[in-house]
């Protein structure tokens, strides 16, 4: 599925994301919670779209479909369960616990996709080294028997 996206396209994903991320954080802090638009809020949550959208491109790049597919689901949970306790809360405790909820989702998220990765990795070089012991023929249990042509006349 990844291997067919060009660099061109993975950049192109990379930037999605961090537009969504830009995005969804600005809905959820300054339209869910009504606070006033605030510069340098913006720009910490530019610079965690940054680190996701650079997490992203590096799954993209080394063709880690399983992690990619691990965090895609986990970046949408994450967002609904930031929306769900940003909708229900009034006061500052609620807003911390909404970002730091989705901070541990997206930790375990991907932790849990490289982990799931080299995993996968350990297991495809297994069954490759048993494939090869497979076939290789021991040549030391082999026994040629040579005749000689003049004791066979």
Aim: hydrophobic residues 50%.
């Amino acid at each position: 599925m990844l291997k067919k996206l060009n660099l061109k396209k993975q950049i192109g994903i990379s930037l999605t994301f961090l537009v969504f991320t830009l995005v969804l954080f600005s809905i959820a802090v300054f339209g869910l919670l009504g606070r006033p638009y605030s510069g340098h809020v913006l720009l910490n949550y530019f610079f965690v779209g940054l680190g996701l959208g650079l997490y992203v491109f590096i799954l993209l790049r080394f063709n880690l479909s399983y992690a990619f597919l691990l965090f895609i689901l986990g970046y949408f949970f994450s967002y609904g369960t930031l929306f769900y306790v940003f909708s229900y809360s009034s006061d500052g405790f609620g807003d911390l616990a909404g970002f730091l909820g989705w901070m541990i989702i997206m930790g375990l998220v991907i932790a849990l996709g490289i982990t799931l990765e080299l995993l996968l990795y350990i297991r495809r070089k297994q069954r490759q080294e048993r494939k090869e012991h497979r076939d290789v023929i021991d040549v030391e249990a082999v026994e040629v028997i040579e005749h000689d042509d003049e004791t066979a006349s």
